[in-house]
C-alpha cells in the first residue's frame, strides 16, 4: 500500500502509517530498530532498494531524507514537507516513508525525523554520500546509536579517511570497513591455524580505495609490523601477503570473487571472497550496534604510518632512490613523494594529513609546534584546513604557530605572510595568542634593523626549545617543529633562501635577515636551512605547471646552496606533496 502526502506534517504521516498498518494487518511491534537514511534526489532509489533488501532480515521502518533547499531565494523561503508511506508489498514486514524536505525546512530535517522514529527502537543513521564533517555532532545523527558512511563515495577517499579519524566518536563506522570483513575472517584464520611470527605485510589493491587502506591499518595495528600499500590494477583488493619466519601468507584475489590462501607447508586453499552488495554490507552493520572498537583502532592509526608503494618488485630500487636522494650528513629522511590529481584536492588531503598529525603530537607530547608557510599554496592549505573534516578535534590552544620565512613589511600589511594566514584560518581558531609566534614586523622595536629583528625571532625560538628541540648549532636551538611546512618556488627556493644568496649557505644561526631577494620585497626574514632540518617533518608544497621544472631539479640537485630545496629535510619525514602538474617531469621512481 502506497500513500502520497503533499504538503504534509510528522503527525499526519504517522496517522497514515497507522491506518496502512491496520489495512494491511500487520502491526509495527515486529521491526526491531529505525533506520535514516540522507541521501539526495538522484541518489534515493539505489539506498532504499539496498535498504529494503537489509530489511528483509532487519525488519525496520526506513525514513528516507532527501533535501530540496530550493535554488531560488523564494524557494529557500518557504517550508514544505512532502511525502509517501509504502507497507507491504516490496517492503516487506517493514515500512518506508520517503520525506522530501522543501526550502527551509531542508535545514530541520531533525524536527522531522524524531516523531517518525520507532519508540524503544535502535536508530541507525545512513549517509550513502556527503556525510557531516562530524557525524556524531549532527542534529540527526545525535539521535542515532549507529552512524554509516562510506569513504568510497567521496571524491578523495583517503582524505575522508583522515577525517573519519579526526571526528571518530563510537558508533560510527564506514562500509569501507564493512567490505574488509571477510579478509579479516580469513586472514584471522590463517593466523589462528599457523602459529608463527609475522615480521611484515603488504596490502595491494587499487589507488584511492579505502578499504584496502583501512585493512592495511588493521594489519598494522594488530600484528604491530611495517605494512606497505601497493597499489594495483583491482578490482579493489587483490592481495595480502603476510611475510613469517616460515614464508610468505598469501591471500591473493585477482578476479575481485575467487581467491587463492596460500600457507607455507600447506595446500592451496580457494576462497570465496565476493565483492558484496551494499545490501549485504548493510545488513551486516545492522546485526550489531554496538561501538566497533576494532574499527575504532584502525581508523586512528595512522594512514602515514604505512608504507607506500607502486609494486612490490621495486622495493630494492625504492630504497635505493630513497638513500640517493638521503639529505648530507645521513641524518635527515628521505624525501617521500605524494601527487595528488589537482591543487584543489591536494589542498583539502594535507588539510587532513596536518590535523592527523597535531592530533598525534597532542596525543604523544601534550602540544603541537607548527610552523607555516605563504604563498599560494600555503594560504590554500590554510583556507582548506579551515573547511577541514575533523578540524576541532585539535586543541588548538595547545598549538605553538611559527612562520619559516616573512616579508619585512609593517605590521597588518596584507602581503606578510601572518596577515594572509590570519585572515585564511587563524582568526577562526581558538588559539592561545601567546603561541602564535609571528616574525618581527619592520615597524616593531627594531624598526627597520632586519638583522636584530631576525636576531630576536632566533632568540625566542630558542626559548621555546626544550629538551626534544633540533640543535640549530651556535645561533641557537629551535623547537622540534612535528610539522614545518614550505612552499617551493620556480626557482627552487624554499622559505626566504634563494639560490646564490649568502642565507642559503648559512650553517650557524637558526633565523637570518635576508636582503636584495629577488622578488618582492626585497627585505625578509626566513629560517635556516639548520633550523629546518631541526624539525620531526618538513614538508614541500608545489601546485602548477611552473613548479614541475623546479621540483624536478630540487629532487635531483645535491647542492642546496644552489638549489636550496634539495636541503630541505626533516629528521623523521621529508614529504613532497605536488599535484600532477608540478609531478609532470618527476620520473617514475619518485611519484609515491
Not at 167 to 196: C, E, F, I, M, N
Not at 281 to 301: G, K, M, N, Q, S
Not at 493 to 516: D, I, Y
Request: charge should be negative; glycine fraction near 8%.
Amino acid at each position: 500500500m502506497n500513500i502520497d502526502l503533499t504538503d504534509t506534517t510528522s503527525g499526519r504521516i504517522n496517522a497514515a502509517l497507522v491506518r496502512a498498518r491496520r489495512a494491511m494487518g500487520s502491526p509495527a511491534v515486529g521491526m526491531v530498530l529505525t533506520l535514516v537514511i540522507v541521501t539526495d534526489e538522484g541518489s534515493h532509489y539505489d539506498a532504499l532498494k539496498a535498504a529494503s533488501d537489509a530489511s528483509k532480515e532487519h525488519p525496520s521502518r526506513i525514513l528516507v531524507v532527501v533535501r530540496r533547499p530550493g535554488r531560488s531565494p523564494r524557494d529557500r523561503a518557504t517550508a514544505r514537507l512532502d511525502a509517501e508511506v509504502r507497507v507491504g508489498g516490496e517492503t516487506g514486514t517493514g515500512e518506508t516513508v520517503l520525506l522530501r524536505l522543501h526550502g527551509e525546512l531542508a535545514n530541520h530535517a531533525h524536527s522531522v525525523v524524531l516523531p517518525l522514529l520507532l519508540p524503544d527502537a535502535p536508530v541507525v543513521l545512513w549517509w550513502p554520500a556527503d556525510p557531516p564533517e562530524y557525524p556524531s555532532k549532527d542534529p540527526l545523527g545525535a539521535l542515532a546509536q549507529r552512524r554509516i558512511t562510506d569513504a568510497a563515495e567521496t571524491e578523495d577517499p583517503v582524505a575522508a579517511l583522515r577525517g573519519r579519524a579526526a571526528a571518530y566518536a563510537p558508533g560510527d563506522t564506514d562500509l569501507a570497513w564493512t567490505r574488509v570483513t571477510l579478509w579479516r575472517s580469513v586472514l584471522a584464520a590463517a593466523l589462528d591455524q599457523k602459529q608463527t611470527r609475522v615480521t611484515r605485510a603488504v596490502v595491494e589493491g587499487e589507488e584511492y580505495n579505502p578499504s584496502s587502506e583501512l585493512l592495511a591499518l588493521w594489519l598494522a595495528d594488530r600484528l604491530g609490523v611495517p605494512v606497505e600499500r601497493v597499489l594495483s590494477g583491482g578490482p579493489g583488493i587483490t592481495a595480502v601477503r603476510l611475510a613469517t619466519d616460515e614464508g610468505d601468507i598469501c591471500l591473493d584475489r585477482g578476479d575481485g570473487s575467487l581467491a587463492t590462501l596460500s600457507v607455507p607447508g600447506q595446500p592451496d586453499r580457494s576462497v570465496a571472497l565476493h565483492r558484496r552488495s551494499t545490501a549485504e554490507l548493510i545488513a551486516e552493520e545492522l546485526r550489531r550496534l554496538d561501538p566497533d572498537e576494532t574499527y575504532a583502532r584502525a581508523v586512528r592509526f595512522g594512514l602515514d604510518r604505512l608504507v607506500r608503494g607502486q609494486v612490490a618488485e621495486v622495493e630494492a630500487a625504492e630504497a635505493a632512490q630513497a638513500e640517493a636522494t638521503r639529505a648530507p650528513g645521513g641524518e635527515q629522511a628521505p624525501v617521500q613523494v605524494v601527487v595528488h590529481p589537482d591543487s584543489e584536492r591536494m589542498a583539502r588531503a594535507t588539510a587532513a594529513r596536518l590535523v592527523t598529525v597535531i592530533a598525534d603530537a597532542q596525543t604523544a607530547r601534550g602540544r603541537a609546534h607548527v610552523a607555516l608557510t605563504g604563498g599560494r599554496n600555503g594560504n590554500a592549505l590554510l583556507a582548506a584546513l579551515a573547511q577541514a573534516p575533523g578540524r576541532d578535534a585539535v586543541d588548538w590552544s595547545r598549538v605553538d604557530l611559527w612562520w619559516g620565512d616573512e616579508r619585512f613589511l609593517p605590521d597588518g600589511d596584507p602581503d606578510r605572510n601572518h596577515t594572509q594566514a590570519r585572515e585564511a584560518l587563524l582568526d577562526a581558531l581558538a588559539l592561545d595568542p601567546s603561541r602564535v609566534h609571528p616574525m618581527p614586523a619592520s615597524d616593531g622595536p627594531h624598526g627597520d634593523d632586519v638583522d636584530a629583528a631576525a636576531e630576536a625571532y632566533a632568540a625566542e625560538l630558542a626559548a621555546a626549545a626544550d629538551g626534544a628541540s633540533g640543535d640549530g648549532g651556535p645561533g641557537g636551538a629551535v623547537p622540534a617543529f612535528d610539522v614545518l611546512l614550505l612552499g617551493l618556488g620556480p626557482d627552487t627556493h624554499v622559505a626566504s633562501l634563494f639560490p646564490g644568496h649568502q642565507a642559503a649557505k648559512e650553517t650557524g644561526r637558526t633565523v637570518v635577515g635576508v636582503r636584495q631577494a629577488p622578488k618582492p620585497p626585497p627585505t625578509r626574514i626566513s629560517l635556516t636551512l639548520p633550523a629546518i632540518r631541526a624539525a620531526r617533518e618538513v614538508w614541500l608544497l608545489a601546485a602548477g605547471e611552473d613548479k614541475a621544472e623546479a621540483a624536478a631539479g630540487a629532487l635531483a640537485a645535491g647542492d642546496p646552496a644552489r638549489t636550496p630545496a634539495a636541503g630541505a629535510r626533516g629528521r623523521e619525514r621529508t614529504l613532497w606533496i605536488l599535484d600532477e602538474k608540478a609531478a609532470a617531469l618527476l620520473p617514475a621512481s619518485a611519484r609515491g
